[in-house]
């Protein structure tokens, strides 16, 4: 069983910058690749940002690449998300997610155990 807890949303002016964290607890995930989603209100939950378990790959959605960056530290237990140039589309519940393999997924499926979520809000 792994516990994910994430942290670090916030309230922030467009433009502005947010790093959210995810930390596990219970089992390690230092071999398998983790994620983050994110659901605006009324939207579907959406893929954003995804980390193999070495670090050595990562997938981004196309409307996030060049402004955020995902990053882990295995000793740590942590997955972090750098967002700048935030915009207000942004704003969403944001999850992190741990997959069932080490290879990087951007679909819910490849995900199994999830957080319960950090709130970002951008305002205009």
């Known amino acids: 069983q792994v516990q994910l807890v994430e942290s670090g949303g916030g309230l922030v002016q467009a433009g502005g910058s947010l790093r959210l964290s995810c930390a596990a607890s219970g089992r390690t995930f230092s071999y398998s690749a983790v994620g983050w989603f994110r659901q605006a209100p009324g939207k579907e939950r959406e893929f954003v940002a995804a980390i193999t378990w070495s670090g050595s790959s990562t997938s981004y959605a196309d409307s996030v690449k060049g402004r955020f960056t995902i990053s882990r530290d295995n000793a740590k237990n942590t997955v972090y998300l750098q967002m700048n140039s935030l915009k207000p589309e942004d704003t969403a519940l944001y999850y992190c997610?741990?997959?069932?393999?080490?290879?990087?997924?951007?679909?819910?499926?490849?995900?199994?155990?999830w957080g319960q979520g950090t709130q970002v809000t951008v305002s205009s």
């Open positions: 997610a741990v997959s069932s393999s080490w290879r990087v997924g951007v679909t819910q499926n490849d995900y199994y155990y």
